[in-house]
Every structure is written in C-alpha cells, then in structure tokens.
Nanobody, 115 residues
Framework: QVQPVESGGGLVQAGGSLRLSCAASGITFGITTMGWYRQGPGKQRELVADITSSGRTSYADSVKGRFTISRDNAKNLVYLQMNSLKPEDTAVYYC?????????WGQGTQVTVSS
C-alpha cells in the first residue's frame, strides 16, 4: 500500500524539541504540497504547516515561531522541527502528501508534551 511513513514522535517535557520526519514511500509522481496535520484529544484534525514544491511555507498561528517545516524534493522527504513544545501541542501528527492525482495520509505519530 502506498502511504507516507512518519517517524520521530515521542514523549518530551514542555520546552523541549522533537523532529518529525516523513518519507513519501512509493509516491513517485506529481508531488505538490507536503504537510503536517495534527489531531489532539477530542479535537478535529488541523493543519500545522505545509510546504509547496517551490518551498513556500504556511503555518498555523499557534505554532508560528516555534515550528519549522522543510523538505527534500530529491528524496521526497518532509520534516517538522518542533521547538519550545507546549502541553497543548500533544496530538497525533499526520503527514500529508498531495499529488496531482491523489491526497495521501500517513498513519500518524504520537507526540506527547508533559508539563
């Protein structure tokens, strides 16, 4: 099954950092925007950050100045560097890969920030 594969989640104390990675495994054609979404307990899934193939980025207001998204177009990888983490950042983080034909989702990786 073609699916992005996330890694890098875990448990961290407030103020700490984590780096998420996502490999667009098996997706070899027409990748446009790559991004990260999250879904906290009892909440709807929301966009955290995304990046176009030309490198243009956008961020949720809640993470601006703390999170940085980047990508390696040659290897079809996308990263999310998360600094100054807060308990409210606790969520399952999902990688999203948008192509010209389909929208792919990863299975998610848990990020837990303790106070």
């Amino acid at each position: 099954q073609v699916q992005p594969v996330e890694s890098g989640g875990g448990l961290v104390q407030a103020g700490g950092s984590l780096r998420l990675s996502c490999a667009a495994s098996g997706i070899t054609f027409g990748i446009t925007t790559m991004g990260w979404y999250r879904q906290g307990p009892g909440k709807q899934r929301e966009l955290v950050a995304d990046i176009t193939s030309s490198g243009r980025t956008s961020y949720a207001d809640s993470v601006k100045g703390r999170f940085t998204i980047s990508r390696d177009n040659a290897k079809n990888l996308v990263y999310l560097q998360m600094n100054s983490l807060k308990p409210e950042d606790t969520a399952v983080y999902y990688c999203n890969v948008l192509t010209t034909r389909y929208n792919y989702w990863g299975q998610g990786t848990q990020v837990t920030v303790s106070s």
